[in-house]
């Protein structure tokens, strides 16, 4: 059986998010694929006896919030992930503050020490503007989706968080 008829052959990966943004973190070259149970790079007539019949080859993951709200730890891209430990005497890595680890965001921001997005230091901004400084509050993707929107749909003054 071929590749290109398998279930477990996959094209594409892409993350689609509440706020309708969708990101593409994978697209094999023409002609090429990934095969799931292999886990390596095929071609579609590859064929091999883990075959299962299927034709999405299409891989979607919901994601809740925005590209921005969603993150993952990796190696800081300034220490390569070495950190800086307290008995070491030379200065804390400014991107990590010596952690090794930040903030990957799926809209490709890099955190800095701060570890928030730009777009969260505004929202946090302009909610302490407002009063608004329970911490709680500002985890909720709801919170934060509908600041946006106001934001956009010119419901905020200045039209700005």
């Not at 010596?98 to 777009?119: E, M, Q, T």
Request: hydrophobic share 30%; glycine share 10%; with cysteine.
């Amino acid at each position: 059986m071929q590749c290109a008829a398998c279930r477990f052959w996959i094209t594409s990966r892409v993350n689609s998010y509440d706020d309708n943004s969708v990101i593409n973190t994978f697209l094999a070259p023409s002609g090429y694929g990934h095969c799931e149970q292999l886990n390596l790079d095929t071609v579609c007539d590859f064929g091999c006896n883990r075959y299962a019949e299927g034709n999405n080859h299409e891989q979607v993951t919901y994601k809740t919030g925005a590209p921005w709200q969603n993150w993952k730890y990796g190696p800081c891209p300034d220490c390569k992930g070495v950190g800086c430990h307290m008995v070491e005497l030379r200065p804390a890595c400014g991107h990590c503050a010596g952690l090794g680890k930040v903030r990957y965001y799926d809209d490709g921001y890099i955190a800095d020490k701060s570890w928030d997005h730009p777009k969260e230091k505004e929202i946090k901004k302009r909610l302490r503007e407002q009063g608004i400084v329970d911490p709680a509050s500002l985890s909720d993707p709801g919170l934060i989706l509908s600041e946006f929107k106001k934001r956009d749909e010119g419901v905020l003054e200045g039209g700005t968080l």
